[in-house]
Protein backbone atom coordinates (compact mmCIF):
# COMPACT_ATOMS: atom_id res chain seq x y z
CA UNK A 1 0.00 0.00 0.00
CA UNK A 2 1.41 3.38 -0.97
CA UNK A 3 2.18 5.39 2.40
CA UNK A 4 1.20 8.16 -0.16
CA UNK A 5 -3.14 9.34 1.08
CA UNK A 6 -4.43 8.30 -2.79
CA UNK A 7 -7.63 10.54 -2.19
CA UNK A 8 -6.01 14.14 -2.34
CA UNK A 9 -7.04 16.19 -5.21
CA UNK A 10 -4.91 17.81 -7.27
CA UNK A 11 -4.73 21.22 -5.60
CA UNK A 12 -4.17 20.12 -2.20
CA UNK A 13 -1.28 17.69 -3.48
CA UNK A 14 0.12 21.28 -5.04
CA UNK A 15 -0.99 22.83 -1.93
CA UNK A 16 0.86 20.29 0.31
CA UNK A 17 4.12 21.04 -1.72
CA UNK A 18 3.66 24.65 -1.31
CA UNK A 19 3.16 24.36 2.66
CA UNK A 20 6.08 22.86 2.69
CA UNK A 21 7.63 25.79 0.67
CA UNK A 22 6.70 28.15 3.31
CA UNK A 23 8.03 25.94 6.46
CA UNK A 24 10.83 26.23 4.63
CA UNK A 25 10.87 29.95 4.67
CA UNK A 26 10.04 29.81 8.57
CA UNK A 27 13.05 28.17 8.94
CA UNK A 28 14.98 29.99 6.85
CA UNK A 29 13.62 33.23 9.18
CA UNK A 30 14.27 31.92 12.42
CA UNK A 31 17.15 30.15 12.47
CA UNK A 32 19.27 31.78 9.30
CA UNK A 33 20.84 27.92 8.67
CA UNK A 34 24.52 28.59 7.25
CA UNK A 35 25.50 25.31 7.52
CA UNK A 36 25.42 23.39 4.07
CA UNK A 37 24.06 20.23 5.04
CA UNK A 38 20.77 21.82 6.37
CA UNK A 39 21.21 24.00 3.57
CA UNK A 40 21.03 21.21 0.71
CA UNK A 41 18.54 19.46 2.86
CA UNK A 42 15.82 22.34 2.87
CA UNK A 43 16.44 23.72 -0.75
CA UNK A 44 16.64 20.14 -2.94
CA UNK A 45 15.73 16.96 -0.29
CA UNK A 46 12.47 18.47 1.07
CA UNK A 47 11.59 19.39 -2.74
CA UNK A 48 12.44 15.99 -3.79
CA UNK A 49 10.56 14.21 -0.94
CA UNK A 50 7.29 15.84 -1.26
CA UNK A 51 7.69 15.97 -5.29
CA UNK A 52 5.88 11.90 -4.72
CA UNK A 53 2.92 13.40 -3.77
CA UNK A 54 2.88 14.38 -7.51
CA UNK A 55 4.05 11.03 -9.01
CA UNK A 56 0.58 9.73 -9.29
CA UNK A 57 -1.16 12.40 -11.36
CA UNK A 58 2.41 13.36 -13.14
CA UNK A 59 4.02 10.43 -13.69
CA UNK A 60 7.68 10.81 -12.03
CA UNK A 61 9.62 13.30 -14.09
CA UNK A 62 6.79 15.82 -14.52
CA UNK A 63 5.95 15.46 -10.87
CA UNK A 64 9.83 15.92 -10.17
CA UNK A 65 9.98 18.76 -12.10
CA UNK A 66 6.78 20.50 -11.16
CA UNK A 67 7.38 20.14 -7.34
CA UNK A 68 10.77 21.78 -7.64
CA UNK A 69 9.10 24.58 -9.79
CA UNK A 70 6.06 24.56 -6.98
CA UNK A 71 8.57 24.64 -4.04
CA UNK A 72 11.01 27.70 -5.28
CA UNK A 73 8.57 30.10 -6.97
CA UNK A 74 6.41 29.61 -3.05
CA UNK A 75 9.36 29.82 -1.41
CA UNK A 76 10.67 32.84 -3.42
CA UNK A 77 7.79 34.39 -3.78
CA UNK A 78 7.43 34.30 0.11
CA UNK A 79 10.86 35.16 1.13
CA UNK A 80 10.21 38.49 -1.22
CA UNK A 81 6.67 39.45 0.01
CA UNK A 82 7.99 38.81 3.66
CA UNK A 83 11.09 41.15 3.44
CA UNK A 84 9.59 43.97 2.12
CA UNK A 85 6.51 43.77 4.35
CA UNK A 86 5.69 45.91 7.26
CA UNK A 87 5.64 42.60 9.04
CA UNK A 88 9.52 42.24 8.74
CA UNK A 89 11.48 43.24 12.16
CA UNK A 90 13.62 45.73 10.22
CA UNK A 91 10.85 47.48 8.15
CA UNK A 92 11.11 50.79 9.48
CA UNK A 93 14.47 51.26 8.37
CA UNK A 94 14.48 52.32 5.06
CA UNK A 95 17.08 51.46 1.89
CA UNK A 96 16.99 49.98 -1.69
CA UNK A 97 14.66 47.46 -2.40
CA UNK A 98 16.71 45.16 -3.93
CA UNK A 99 18.69 45.30 -0.60
CA UNK A 100 15.95 43.95 1.32
CA UNK A 101 15.35 41.19 -1.01
CA UNK A 102 18.64 39.91 -1.06
CA UNK A 103 21.93 39.58 0.22
CA UNK A 104 23.85 40.05 -2.68
CA UNK A 105 23.13 42.78 -3.89
CA UNK A 106 24.90 44.35 -1.23
CA UNK A 107 27.47 41.49 -2.01
CA UNK A 108 27.87 43.06 -5.71
CA UNK A 109 28.55 46.42 -3.95
CA UNK A 110 31.24 44.56 -2.15
CA UNK A 111 32.89 42.61 -4.38
CA UNK A 112 33.60 46.07 -7.07
CA UNK A 113 35.20 47.52 -3.55
CA UNK A 114 32.63 50.17 -3.78
CA UNK A 115 30.59 49.80 -0.05
CA UNK A 116 31.80 52.90 1.10
CA UNK A 117 31.22 55.13 -1.31
CA UNK A 118 27.78 53.56 -1.78
CA UNK A 119 27.10 53.61 1.71
CA UNK A 120 27.95 57.42 2.06
CA UNK A 121 25.48 58.04 -1.13
CA UNK A 122 22.66 55.75 0.52
CA UNK A 123 22.95 57.52 4.07
CA UNK A 124 22.78 60.87 2.06
CA UNK A 125 19.65 59.28 0.51
CA UNK A 126 17.54 57.67 3.25
CA UNK A 127 19.28 59.14 6.89
CA UNK A 128 21.13 58.16 9.64
CA UNK A 129 20.05 54.22 9.26
CA UNK A 130 19.91 52.31 6.22
CA UNK A 131 18.90 48.63 5.59
CA UNK A 132 21.88 47.27 3.73
CA UNK A 133 20.28 43.53 3.66
CA UNK A 134 17.18 42.05 4.23
CA UNK A 135 18.71 41.19 7.97
CA UNK A 136 21.03 44.11 8.18
CA UNK A 137 21.38 47.72 9.20
CA UNK A 138 24.15 50.37 9.33
CA UNK A 139 24.10 53.19 11.56
CA UNK A 140 25.70 56.69 11.02
CA UNK A 141 24.37 58.35 14.05
CA UNK A 142 27.43 58.21 16.93
CA UNK A 143 24.39 58.50 19.34
CA UNK A 144 24.18 54.46 18.63
CA UNK A 145 28.34 54.05 19.65
CA UNK A 146 29.02 53.56 23.38
CA UNK A 147 25.24 51.75 23.59
CA UNK A 148 25.24 49.18 20.69
CA UNK A 149 29.47 48.78 20.97
CA UNK A 150 30.16 49.61 23.96
CA UNK A 151 30.38 47.69 27.25
CA UNK A 152 26.58 46.96 27.59
CA UNK A 153 26.92 46.46 23.97
CA UNK A 154 26.14 43.48 21.71
CA UNK A 155 28.97 40.56 20.75
CA UNK A 156 30.35 40.16 17.43
CA UNK A 157 28.16 39.79 14.67
CA UNK A 158 28.03 36.44 12.75
CA UNK A 159 30.27 37.70 9.63
CA UNK A 160 33.22 36.04 11.20
CA UNK A 161 31.58 32.26 10.73
CA UNK A 162 31.92 33.26 6.96
CA UNK A 163 35.17 35.18 6.84
CA UNK A 164 36.81 32.62 9.87
CA UNK A 165 40.06 30.57 8.18
CA UNK A 166 38.11 27.58 10.33
CA UNK A 167 35.41 28.74 12.09
CA UNK A 168 35.33 25.88 14.64
CA UNK A 169 38.43 27.50 16.04
CA UNK A 170 37.03 31.17 15.68
CA UNK A 171 39.74 33.91 16.38
CA UNK A 172 39.24 35.84 18.88
CA UNK A 173 37.94 38.54 16.80
CA UNK A 174 34.75 36.56 15.54
CA UNK A 175 34.39 35.19 18.99
CA UNK A 176 30.48 36.18 19.47
CA UNK A 177 29.94 34.79 23.20
CA UNK A 178 30.50 37.90 24.45
CA UNK A 179 32.03 36.28 28.27
CA UNK A 180 34.33 33.72 25.86
CA UNK A 181 35.74 37.07 24.27
CA UNK A 182 36.63 38.79 27.34
CA UNK A 183 37.92 35.47 28.58
CA UNK A 184 40.50 34.97 24.87
CA UNK A 185 41.18 38.74 25.23
CA UNK A 186 43.32 38.42 28.52
CA UNK A 187 46.56 37.51 27.56
CA UNK A 188 46.21 40.09 24.27
CA UNK A 189 45.72 42.43 27.01
CA UNK A 190 48.72 41.62 29.08
CA UNK A 191 50.74 41.34 25.66
CA UNK A 192 49.31 45.28 25.14
CA UNK A 193 50.33 46.79 28.48
CA UNK A 194 51.86 49.68 29.08
CA UNK A 195 55.23 47.46 30.35
CA UNK A 196 54.97 45.01 27.29
CA UNK A 197 55.29 47.59 25.19
CA UNK A 198 58.74 48.11 25.57
CA UNK A 199 59.50 44.65 24.89
CA UNK A 200 58.19 45.87 21.25
CA UNK A 201 60.31 49.23 20.69
CA UNK A 202 63.61 47.65 19.85
CA UNK A 203 61.81 45.22 17.16
CA UNK A 204 60.15 47.95 16.03
CA UNK A 205 63.65 50.09 15.87
CA UNK A 206 65.27 47.04 14.17
CA UNK A 207 62.69 46.89 11.54
CA UNK A 208 61.84 50.40 10.55
CA UNK A 209 65.68 51.15 10.41
CA UNK A 210 65.95 48.10 7.67
CA UNK A 211 62.76 49.92 5.97
CA UNK A 212 64.13 53.07 5.98
CA UNK A 213 67.50 52.25 4.26
CA UNK A 214 65.83 50.11 1.88
CA UNK A 215 63.98 53.22 0.91
CA UNK A 216 66.77 55.60 0.49
CA UNK A 217 68.58 52.57 -1.42
CA UNK A 218 65.86 52.25 -4.18
CA UNK A 219 65.23 55.94 -4.59
CA UNK A 220 62.16 54.98 -6.40
CA UNK A 221 59.67 52.88 -4.31
CA UNK A 222 55.84 51.92 -4.30
CA UNK A 223 55.61 53.29 -0.97
CA UNK A 224 52.43 51.15 0.07
CA UNK A 225 54.50 47.72 -1.77
CA UNK A 226 57.29 48.04 0.72
CA UNK A 227 55.94 49.50 3.62
CA UNK A 228 53.50 46.71 3.79
CA UNK A 229 56.34 44.11 3.60
CA UNK A 230 58.26 45.98 6.44
CA UNK A 231 54.88 45.82 8.32
CA UNK A 232 54.70 42.20 7.89
CA UNK A 233 58.22 41.42 8.72
CA UNK A 234 58.15 43.79 11.83
CA UNK A 235 54.50 41.37 12.76
CA UNK A 236 56.49 38.24 12.39
CA UNK A 237 59.26 39.42 15.06
CA UNK A 238 56.50 41.11 17.09
CA UNK A 239 54.59 37.34 17.03
CA UNK A 240 56.76 34.88 16.73
CA UNK A 241 60.42 36.20 17.42
CA UNK A 242 61.29 35.94 13.86
CA UNK A 243 60.82 34.01 10.83
CA UNK A 244 59.91 36.75 7.99
CA UNK A 245 62.12 38.08 5.59
CA UNK A 246 60.18 39.97 3.06
CA UNK A 247 61.72 42.89 2.57
CA UNK A 248 65.42 41.56 2.43
CA UNK A 249 63.92 38.73 -0.48
CA UNK A 250 61.00 41.11 -1.49
CA UNK A 251 58.06 38.73 -0.85
CA UNK A 252 59.95 35.86 -2.68
CA UNK A 253 58.05 32.48 -0.99
CA UNK A 254 54.88 35.20 -1.44
CA UNK A 255 53.53 34.76 1.63
CA UNK A 256 52.92 38.54 1.77
CA UNK A 257 51.12 38.79 -1.19
CA UNK A 258 48.97 35.43 -0.70
CA UNK A 259 47.96 37.15 3.19
CA UNK A 260 46.80 39.83 1.29
CA UNK A 261 44.32 38.15 -1.18
CA UNK A 262 43.49 35.60 1.41
CA UNK A 263 41.91 38.84 3.35
CA UNK A 264 40.41 40.31 0.61
CA UNK A 265 38.73 36.78 -0.82
CA UNK A 266 37.40 36.83 2.78
CA UNK A 267 35.08 39.22 1.84
CA UNK A 268 32.70 36.84 -0.12
CA UNK A 269 32.31 34.62 2.94
CA UNK A 270 31.95 37.38 4.73
CA UNK A 271 28.81 38.44 3.16
CA UNK A 272 27.75 35.20 1.72
CA UNK A 273 28.98 32.42 4.39
CA UNK A 274 28.07 29.22 2.71
CA UNK A 275 30.38 29.69 -0.21
CA UNK A 276 33.12 30.30 2.77
CA UNK A 277 31.83 26.55 3.91
CA UNK A 278 32.40 25.42 -0.13
CA UNK A 279 35.70 27.15 0.05
CA UNK A 280 36.83 25.49 2.87
CA UNK A 281 35.45 22.04 1.81
CA UNK A 282 36.36 21.96 -2.25
CA UNK A 283 39.69 21.05 -3.06
CA UNK A 284 41.60 23.57 -5.54
CA UNK A 285 39.22 26.60 -4.14
CA UNK A 286 40.39 29.61 -2.24
CA UNK A 287 44.14 28.49 -2.86
CA UNK A 288 44.98 31.60 -1.36
CA UNK A 289 43.16 31.32 2.03
CA UNK A 290 44.26 28.06 2.70
CA UNK A 291 48.07 28.68 1.61
CA UNK A 292 47.94 31.28 4.37
CA UNK A 293 46.16 29.15 6.85
CA UNK A 294 48.85 26.39 6.48
CA UNK A 295 51.91 29.16 6.65
CA UNK A 296 50.71 30.56 9.32
CA UNK A 297 49.97 26.86 10.98
CA UNK A 298 53.69 26.01 10.23
CA UNK A 299 55.20 29.01 11.77
CA UNK A 300 52.98 28.64 14.81
CA UNK A 301 53.86 25.10 15.55
CA UNK A 302 57.86 26.18 14.36
CA UNK A 303 57.36 29.19 17.43
CA UNK A 304 55.93 26.23 19.67
CA UNK A 305 58.68 23.90 19.04
CA UNK A 306 61.32 26.93 19.59
CA UNK A 307 59.83 27.78 23.21
CA UNK A 308 60.52 31.99 23.81
CA UNK A 309 63.55 33.65 24.04
CA UNK A 310 62.33 37.07 23.84
CA UNK A 311 58.46 38.11 25.21
CA UNK A 312 56.88 38.08 21.69
CA UNK A 313 53.20 38.47 21.56
CA UNK A 314 53.07 33.99 21.40
CA UNK A 315 54.65 34.33 24.77
CA UNK A 316 51.64 36.24 26.21
CA UNK A 317 48.81 34.30 23.96
CA UNK A 318 50.72 30.95 24.62
CA UNK A 319 50.52 31.47 28.86
CA UNK A 320 54.11 31.30 28.87
CA UNK A 321 53.59 34.33 31.61
CA UNK A 322 51.57 32.28 33.52
CA UNK A 323 48.94 34.69 33.64
CA UNK A 324 45.81 32.13 33.05
CA UNK A 325 44.99 28.87 35.03
CA UNK A 326 45.09 27.17 32.35
CA UNK A 327 47.26 26.51 29.09
CA UNK A 328 45.05 27.37 25.64
CA UNK A 329 44.55 24.73 22.98
CA UNK A 330 47.41 24.94 20.74
CA UNK A 331 44.90 25.40 18.02
CA UNK A 332 43.50 28.38 19.42
CA UNK A 333 46.98 30.28 19.96
CA UNK A 334 47.49 29.24 16.15
CA UNK A 335 44.21 30.33 14.95
CA UNK A 336 45.41 33.99 17.18
CA UNK A 337 48.28 34.53 15.41
CA UNK A 338 46.58 34.21 12.19
CA UNK A 339 44.92 36.95 12.93
CA UNK A 340 47.34 38.98 14.75
CA UNK A 341 49.68 38.67 11.73
CA UNK A 342 46.90 40.20 9.32
CA UNK A 343 45.40 42.60 11.91
CA UNK A 344 48.55 43.98 12.95
CA UNK A 345 50.27 44.44 9.51
CA UNK A 346 47.64 45.62 6.75
CA UNK A 347 46.32 48.13 9.21
CA UNK A 348 49.51 50.09 10.03
CA UNK A 349 50.68 49.39 6.43
CA UNK A 350 47.97 50.81 5.21
CA UNK A 351 47.32 53.91 7.46
CA UNK A 352 50.90 54.63 6.75
CA UNK A 353 50.83 54.53 3.32
CA UNK A 354 47.69 57.17 3.49
CA UNK A 355 49.60 59.06 5.83
CA UNK A 356 52.21 59.90 3.41
CA UNK A 357 49.99 60.52 0.65
CA UNK A 358 48.26 62.92 2.29
CA UNK A 359 51.67 64.67 3.88
CA UNK A 360 53.15 64.83 -0.28
CA UNK A 361 50.04 66.04 -1.16
CA UNK A 362 49.65 68.74 1.80
CA UNK A 363 52.75 70.65 1.54
CA UNK A 364 52.51 73.04 4.45
CA UNK A 365 51.20 69.52 6.68
CA UNK A 366 54.71 68.22 5.69
CA UNK A 367 56.38 71.86 6.82
CA UNK A 368 55.09 71.42 9.74
CA UNK A 369 55.60 67.74 10.93
CA UNK A 370 59.35 67.79 9.51
CA UNK A 371 59.43 71.09 11.77
CA UNK A 372 58.23 68.98 14.14
CA UNK A 373 60.68 66.24 13.74
CA UNK A 374 63.65 67.95 13.35
CA UNK A 375 62.87 69.74 16.78
CA UNK A 376 62.38 66.07 19.21
CA UNK A 377 64.77 64.16 17.04
CA UNK A 378 67.19 65.95 15.62
CA UNK A 379 70.36 64.59 13.57
CA UNK A 380 72.61 63.15 16.48
CA UNK A 381 69.34 61.51 17.98
CA UNK A 382 67.98 57.82 17.92
CA UNK A 383 64.47 58.98 16.28
CA UNK A 384 63.39 55.54 17.91
CA UNK A 385 63.44 56.59 21.49
CA UNK A 386 60.08 57.03 22.35
CA UNK A 387 60.70 59.58 25.13
CA UNK A 388 59.52 62.84 23.29
CA UNK A 389 56.33 61.21 21.77
CA UNK A 390 54.17 62.58 23.80
CA UNK A 391 55.24 66.23 23.33
CA UNK A 392 55.18 65.78 19.13
CA UNK A 393 51.49 66.82 19.05
CA UNK A 394 51.37 67.36 15.49
CA UNK A 395 52.06 63.87 14.69
CA UNK A 396 49.64 62.35 16.38
CA UNK A 397 47.50 65.45 14.71
CA UNK A 398 48.49 63.69 11.72
CA UNK A 399 47.93 60.13 12.21
CA UNK A 400 44.48 60.71 14.30
CA UNK A 401 43.28 62.58 11.14
CA UNK A 402 44.88 60.39 8.47
CA UNK A 403 42.90 57.65 9.92
CA UNK A 404 40.12 59.73 10.54
CA UNK A 405 39.71 60.33 6.54
CA UNK A 406 41.13 57.32 5.96
CA UNK A 407 39.41 55.16 8.19
CA UNK A 408 41.51 51.30 7.90
CA UNK A 409 38.08 49.47 8.42
CA UNK A 410 35.53 51.76 6.27
CA UNK A 411 32.54 50.52 7.80
CA UNK A 412 34.00 48.63 11.20
CA UNK A 413 33.07 45.06 11.94
CA UNK A 414 29.38 43.66 12.53
CA UNK A 415 27.76 43.15 15.74
CA UNK A 416 24.56 41.20 16.45
CA UNK A 417 21.95 40.19 19.53
CA UNK A 418 23.42 37.52 21.31
CA UNK A 419 21.41 34.54 20.43
CA UNK A 420 18.66 33.55 22.76
CA UNK A 421 17.97 37.24 24.10
CA UNK A 422 15.04 37.48 21.50
CA UNK A 423 16.82 40.58 20.25
CA UNK A 424 19.05 43.91 21.42
CA UNK A 425 17.35 47.44 22.74
CA UNK A 426 19.79 51.09 22.09
CA UNK A 427 17.65 53.56 23.03
CA UNK A 428 14.38 54.06 19.67
CA UNK A 429 16.40 51.23 18.01
CA UNK A 430 15.42 47.25 18.74
CA UNK A 431 17.55 45.19 17.06
CA UNK A 432 15.90 41.76 16.51
CA UNK A 433 17.70 38.18 16.85
CA UNK A 434 19.26 37.02 13.56
CA UNK A 435 19.80 40.51 12.50
CA UNK A 436 23.11 42.65 12.14
CA UNK A 437 24.40 45.96 12.39
CA UNK A 438 27.61 48.12 11.72
CA UNK A 439 28.54 51.42 12.44
CA UNK A 440 30.75 52.49 9.22
CA UNK A 441 33.10 54.51 10.25
CA UNK A 442 34.20 56.31 6.84
CA UNK A 443 30.80 57.73 6.60
CA UNK A 444 30.83 58.91 10.17
CA UNK A 445 33.65 60.07 9.97
CA UNK A 446 33.00 62.25 6.47
CA UNK A 447 29.87 63.96 8.42
CA UNK A 448 29.34 67.42 8.90
CA UNK A 449 27.40 67.02 11.94
CA UNK A 450 30.87 65.76 13.29
CA UNK A 451 33.38 67.57 12.20
CA UNK A 452 34.12 71.04 10.40
CA UNK A 453 34.47 70.42 6.74
CA UNK A 454 35.62 66.72 7.21
CA UNK A 455 36.63 66.58 3.61
CA UNK A 456 39.51 68.90 4.05
CA UNK A 457 42.92 66.83 5.86
CA UNK A 458 43.44 69.24 8.45
CA UNK A 459 45.39 67.67 11.45
CA UNK A 460 45.49 71.36 13.13
CA UNK A 461 41.66 70.18 13.76
CA UNK A 462 43.05 68.14 16.58
CA UNK A 463 45.09 70.80 17.88
CA UNK A 464 42.01 73.35 18.10
CA UNK A 465 39.77 70.00 19.72
CA UNK A 466 42.51 69.76 22.31
CA UNK A 467 43.13 73.23 23.08
CA UNK A 468 46.61 73.36 22.24
CA UNK A 469 48.43 76.27 20.39
CA UNK A 470 47.81 75.49 16.71
CA UNK A 471 49.23 76.86 13.10
CA UNK A 472 46.65 78.34 10.49
CA UNK A 473 44.75 75.84 8.43
CA UNK A 474 42.36 76.14 5.81
CA UNK A 475 39.72 75.25 8.70
CA UNK A 476 40.00 78.51 10.65
CA UNK A 477 37.80 80.43 8.23
CA UNK A 478 34.80 78.30 8.85
CA UNK A 479 35.67 78.08 12.75
CA UNK A 480 35.41 81.67 13.12
CA UNK A 481 32.05 81.96 11.76
CA UNK A 482 30.69 78.97 13.48
CA UNK A 483 33.10 77.34 16.04
CA UNK A 484 34.75 74.03 15.71
CA UNK A 485 32.76 71.22 15.01
CA UNK A 486 34.61 67.93 16.51
CA UNK A 487 32.51 65.19 17.79
CA UNK A 488 35.30 62.91 19.53
CA UNK A 489 32.38 60.59 19.71
CA UNK A 490 32.10 60.42 16.07
CA UNK A 491 36.06 58.79 15.62
CA UNK A 492 36.26 55.27 16.55
CA UNK A 493 38.95 54.07 13.89
CA UNK A 494 39.93 51.41 15.76
CA UNK A 495 36.43 50.88 16.77
CA UNK A 496 34.90 51.18 20.67
CA UNK A 497 34.63 49.35 23.68
CA UNK A 498 35.70 46.11 25.05
CA UNK A 499 35.58 44.24 21.59
CA UNK A 500 37.75 47.20 19.74
CA UNK A 501 41.23 46.62 18.27
CA UNK A 502 43.50 45.40 21.07
CA UNK A 503 45.80 45.87 19.24
CA UNK A 504 45.68 50.01 19.20
CA UNK A 505 48.98 51.12 21.42
CA UNK A 506 51.68 48.88 19.36
CA UNK A 507 49.86 50.42 16.06
CA UNK A 508 49.94 54.11 17.23
CA UNK A 509 54.02 53.46 18.76
CA UNK A 510 55.07 52.12 15.83
CA UNK A 511 53.60 54.45 12.99
CA UNK A 512 54.63 57.05 15.37
CA UNK A 513 58.18 55.92 15.36
CA UNK A 514 58.55 54.80 12.25
CA UNK A 515 57.28 58.24 10.99
CA UNK A 516 59.93 59.82 13.11
CA UNK A 517 62.87 58.04 11.89
CA UNK A 518 61.55 57.93 8.00
CA UNK A 519 61.31 61.93 8.10
CA UNK A 520 64.34 62.04 9.93
CA UNK A 521 66.44 60.21 7.68
CA UNK A 522 65.08 60.66 4.16
CA UNK A 523 62.65 63.00 2.29
CA UNK A 524 59.55 61.77 0.57
CA UNK A 525 58.27 63.32 -3.15
CA UNK A 526 55.70 62.04 -5.48
CA UNK A 527 57.54 60.60 -8.74
CA UNK A 528 56.61 62.33 -12.12
CA UNK A 529 53.36 61.08 -13.98
CA UNK A 530 51.53 60.36 -10.79
CA UNK A 531 48.29 62.40 -10.39
CA UNK A 532 47.10 62.88 -6.76
CA UNK A 533 44.14 63.55 -7.74
CA UNK A 534 43.27 60.10 -8.79
CA UNK A 535 44.18 58.68 -5.37
CA UNK A 536 40.32 58.70 -3.67
CA UNK A 537 38.71 57.49 -6.86
CA UNK A 538 41.53 54.18 -6.86
CA UNK A 539 40.91 53.64 -2.97
CA UNK A 540 38.68 50.18 -2.93
CA UNK A 541 37.29 48.61 0.26
CA UNK A 542 37.77 44.46 0.58
CA UNK A 543 36.70 45.23 4.02
CA UNK A 544 39.82 47.05 4.83
CA UNK A 545 40.70 49.42 2.64
CA UNK A 546 42.98 48.29 -0.56
CA UNK A 547 45.15 51.62 -1.70
CA UNK A 548 46.06 52.13 -5.54
CA UNK A 549 49.63 52.32 -5.71
CA UNK A 550 52.02 55.30 -4.46
CA UNK A 551 55.16 55.60 -6.87
CA UNK A 552 57.39 58.20 -4.23
CA UNK A 553 60.79 59.36 -5.06
CA UNK A 554 63.07 59.07 -1.76
CA UNK A 555 65.95 61.20 -1.01
CA UNK A 556 68.39 60.97 1.78
CA UNK A 557 68.69 63.89 4.12
CA UNK A 558 71.38 62.59 6.43
C1 LIG B 1 46.34 51.47 12.26
C2 LIG B 1 46.32 50.30 12.82
C3 LIG B 1 45.10 49.53 13.22
C4 LIG B 1 43.77 49.82 13.03
C5 LIG B 1 43.17 51.05 12.39
C6 LIG B 1 43.01 48.72 13.59
C7 LIG B 1 41.63 48.65 13.60
C8 LIG B 1 40.92 47.59 14.12
C9 LIG B 1 39.49 47.50 14.12
C10 LIG B 1 38.54 48.55 13.56
C11 LIG B 1 39.16 46.32 14.69
C12 LIG B 1 37.76 45.73 14.83
C13 LIG B 1 37.28 45.77 16.23
C14 LIG B 1 35.82 45.42 16.34
O1 LIG B 1 35.42 44.32 15.96
O2 LIG B 1 35.07 46.27 16.78
C15 LIG B 1 40.37 45.67 15.08
C16 LIG B 1 40.45 44.47 15.75
C17 LIG B 1 41.62 43.87 16.12
N1 LIG B 1 42.90 44.33 15.90
FE1 LIG B 1 43.38 46.11 15.11
N2 LIG B 1 43.88 47.79 14.08
C18 LIG B 1 45.16 48.26 13.90
C19 LIG B 1 46.34 47.63 14.26
C20 LIG B 1 46.42 46.45 14.95
C21 LIG B 1 47.65 45.86 15.41
C22 LIG B 1 49.06 46.43 15.27
C23 LIG B 1 47.33 44.69 16.00
C24 LIG B 1 48.33 43.75 16.63
C25 LIG B 1 48.30 42.48 16.58
C26 LIG B 1 45.89 44.54 15.92
C27 LIG B 1 45.16 43.48 16.39
C28 LIG B 1 43.78 43.40 16.40
C29 LIG B 1 43.04 42.29 16.97
C30 LIG B 1 43.63 41.06 17.59
C31 LIG B 1 41.69 42.60 16.81
C32 LIG B 1 40.50 41.79 17.33
C33 LIG B 1 40.16 42.37 18.70
C34 LIG B 1 38.97 41.76 19.38
O3 LIG B 1 38.08 41.27 18.70
O4 LIG B 1 38.95 41.76 20.61
N3 LIG B 1 45.38 45.64 15.28
N4 LIG B 1 41.44 46.47 14.71
Known sequence: MSPLPASLTRAERILAVATCALVTHWIFNRREPSDIRVLFALVFVAPAVVSQLLFPLYGTVAGIFLSFFVYYTTLLVSIIIY???????????????????????????????????????????????????????????????????????????????????????????????????????????????????????????????????LLAEKKRVDFGHWVHLFAFDFMSDALFGGGSESMKDNDADGVVETSKRAFSDAQLYEHLPWVGFLVRHLPGVGAKTKQFRASCLRRGLERLEKGSSVKDLFYWLSNEDGGEKEDPPKAIVISDSGVAIIAGSDTTSITLTNLVYCIIAHPQVYERLQAEIDKFCPTEQDAFDPKHLGEMRYLGAVISETMRIYPVLPNGTQRAPEPGTGGFVAGEHFIPEWTSIRVPLWSMHRDARNFTLPLAFAPERWLVAADLPAPPSVIDSVIATSGLVHNAGAYAPFSYGPRNCVGKNLALLEMKLVVSHMLQRVHLRFAEGFDPSTWEEGIQERFNLVLPELPVIVERRM
Open 83 to 213: RVSPFHPLARYPGPLLAKITRWYWTLIALRGRQHVETLRLFGMYGDAIRVGPNEVWFRNPAVVQPMLGVQGMPKGPMWQGRGLNPSIMSLIGLRDNASHARRRRPWTRAFSSAALRNYEPVIARRGAQFVE
